[in-house]
């Protein structure tokens, strides 16, 4: 018989805790509003293309007296506020409704039978955060590849654009999430875990923007409790704005999105592995 | 197992480092590219609107006007603009686009094509014509208007010297109150006649009688009429109607079949260009048959994007890029086609017309 591959219960876990949220109405009615939104679009949105220009669009049948231009130029904005909506829509809605995956995990009766089995505590917490990664990055990837795929047939133009914005506002969830993880270990409630998204959240949009406003702080004490707080923090509305500058095709500085990608994985690992460590310093 | 408890705390501070490092780096605000925003012409704005006033300065019907004030009830007639009033009246087919010379020179645009004409030529590219006319270009030309009779400058012209005009083989004579007229030896010649009204307006035509009509229209001969280019149209550096088919005859062999359907169906085009910043132009164009407007704008828009996607295709990112900004927006029985040339796109190209002077700068 061979020994257990290190690891390989992360995905048991993770596959365990999509069945739990597919299971649940909040993931469910979420799905069927995009899936709505996305069947409404795909009937009544008619674009009218005569040589890749779209020359006229008409939602429900009303004119909406579009300019007549490349149609990639014109479905630009619509892709980049998807990509905001995306981006800032499905994470506060993923606060809202991931803050009890770690709380019930924790709770009496279910963590003594997960940790009876054999699977590390270490695997459990990666295995929970995996598979709110996956939904993060399914739900969004489902929002945004639906339109992708309607915006395709009715135009004649296909771009994934939409869904790298996307799988980006989901990897800045997943950030979020491993605070809200590690959270819960330290207060097993589902409003403190949702608080701590909400917070972070916030934190993280002010820290995108820590050089305009640290100079608004006065110079010493003050700026520096500012900027080296917010150094570490997740730049939320610098992803959203790279996600939404991605899916509009405008000009993006590759090299300051891997630094923020790699910066957010950092950061992630870095909230996770306090997760680890005060989750092997607990009894249960 | 004492290590293991301290060694997650000690990652996680290392990771949190390495993170705010890496996310430092992306917070450099040069870094991130803004995208390309372009403000077209649409209306007077309100330093056109103190042009427009300051420019109020002829009226011609004086002597009507104080004869007329003799009866109590009557207005005197409204000043105006010499340059509009000089326009050949508003009749289908014809053209009339005033470029503000003076504007234009301060423009970011002016500024970079001087620069490039002084980096060809060694020295002021007008400095012939100044010594010729005693007028200096920069300075002294407030507008010029390009009509399809001929042309008109307007500007201070209190010191020039007309006397080259024709090989110097002409000599004025004088018409109406302020007018002065060469009249061109050669029958052949495409200018027939050039016209100097009141030191402030040089006028040429195709013959005699259109300078005339030019100057009885400034004098106030002529009673008014429609104008081709009215007050509230005189926003941009650059603004005007173009007939239909003058616009068809420069789209060139490429664009023959759009060039034949712009003019069986517009019946008048409006041109405005801004270059307070980038160089935005707008051209409203309507016509009588609104459904084939429509198709027309739509044909238009076809053809921008199709050569948009030729330029993606051939790597030509520029050309790409120009036409991102150019659209068609359709109205009832009128369309308005924008087209934009940004001006850090043109200092890049142009780069080398500067590359003296920034060498040269401190």
């Known amino acids: ?284 | 197992m004492k290590r293991r408890r301290f060694l997650f705390p000690l990652a996680a501070i290392l990771l949190l480092g390495l993170g705010a490092y890496f996310m430092g780096r992306g917070d450099e605000p040069e870094k991130r590219p803004e995208a390309q925003q372009v403000h077209f012409p649409t209306h007077l704005r309100s330093e056109e609107y103190q042009r427009l006033a300051k420019r109020r300065t002829l009226r011609p019907e004086i002597a009507k006007a104080l004869a007329q004030a003799a009866q109590p009830d009557a207005e005197p007639p409204p000043r105006r603009d010499p340059m509009l009033a000089a326009l050949p009246p508003a009749a289908p087919g014809k053209t009339a686009v005033v470029f503000e010379a003076n504007a234009l020179r301060n423009s970011p645009i002016g500024e970079l094509m001087l620069d490039c004409m002084r980096k060809q030529h060694g020295q002021n590219p007008f400095d012939e014509f100044q010594k010729d006319t005693h007028v200096d270009p920069l300075v002294d030309i407030d507008r010029v208007a390009v009509t399809s009779d001929g042309m008109m400058v307007s500007g201070n012209f209190t010191n020039a010297n007309w006397d080259f005009l024709f090989n110097h083989k002409v000599s004025p004579t004088s018409y109406g109150q302020s007018g002065q007229i060469y009249v061109s030896p050669s029958e052949d010649s495409e200018v027939g006649a050039v016209g100097i009204w009141n030191n402030e307006m040089f006028l040429t035509g195709k013959d005699v009688a259109s300078v005339q009509a030019a100057i009885d229209r400034l004098e106030g001969r002529t009673p008014p009429g429609p104008q081709l280019i009215s007050e509230e149209d005189t926003y941009g550096e650059v603004y005007g109607v173009i007939s239909p088919s003058d616009l068809g005859a420069m789209f060139g062999s490429d664009n023959k079949e759009l060039a034949a359907k712009l003019s069986e169906v517009a019946s008048e085009v409006k041109l405005h260009v801004d270059a307070q910043s980038d160089v935005a132009m707008v051209a409203d164009l309507s016509g009588p048959d609104a459904e084939k407007v429509s198709d027309l704008g739509k044909s238009l828009g076809g053809v921008l994007s199709l050569a948009r996607l030729k330029a993606q295709a051939e790597g030509d990112q520029d050309l790409a890029q120009l036409l991102d900004l150019a659209e068609v927006d359709p109205d009832d029985g009128r369309f308005r086609a924008k087209l934009a040339l940004p001006m850090s796109l043109l200092e890049q190209k142009l780069a080398w017309c500067r590359e003296k002077s920034d060498a040269g700068a401190p």
Do not use: N
Request: proline residues 3%; aromatic residues 12%; charged residues 15%.
């Open chain 1, 1 to 284: 018989m061979s020994a257990p591959i290190a690891g390989r219960a992360v995905f048991g876990v993770a596959a365990d805790l999509l069945r739990e949220a597919a299971s649940r109405k909040w993931f469910l009615a979420f799905g069927g509003v995009i899936t709505l939104a996305l069947a409404a679009t795909g009937m009544f949105l008619r674009l009218d293309v005569v040589d890749g220009a779209l020359a006229a669009t008409r939602f429900f049948g009303k004119d909406l007296g579009t300019s007549i231009m490349s149609v990639d130029v014109v479905l630009r904005p619509l892709y980049r506020a998807v990509a905001y909506a995306i981006f800032y829509g499905g994470s506060a809605f993923g606060i809202l409704a991931c803050a009890d995956f770690a709380p019930s995990l924790l709770s009496p009766g279910r963590i003594e039978h997960l940790l009876s089995l054999p699977v590390r505590r270490w695997e459990l917490l990666v295995g929970t955060f995996v598979g709110v990664l996956a939904i993060a990055l399914l739900g969004a990837c489902y929002g945004a590849g639906g339109l992708v795929l309607i915006l395709g047939i009715k135009s004649g133009f296909w771009t994934a654009r939409p869904l790298m914005a996307a799988a980006l506002g989901g990897a800045a969830f997943a950030a979020i999430y491993a605070a809200m993880l590690t959270m819960a270990l330290f207060v097993r409630s589902a409003a403190f875990s949702a608080a701590a998204g909400g917070l972070l959240f916030t934190a993280g949009i002010v820290a995108s923007y820590r050089e305009k406003i640290s100079p608004m702080f006065e110079p010493g004490v003050g700026r520096g409790i500012f900027r080296a707080v917010t150094s570490v923090l997740p730049r939320v509305a610098a992803l959203a704005d790279t996600a939404a500058a991605i899916a509009a095709r405008d000009a993006v500085d590759r090299g300051a999105l891997w630094s923020l990608l790699v910066g957010l994985v950092f950061f992630a690992a870095a909230v996770l592995a306090i997760a680890i460590w005060r989750f092997e310093q607990k009894d249960f």
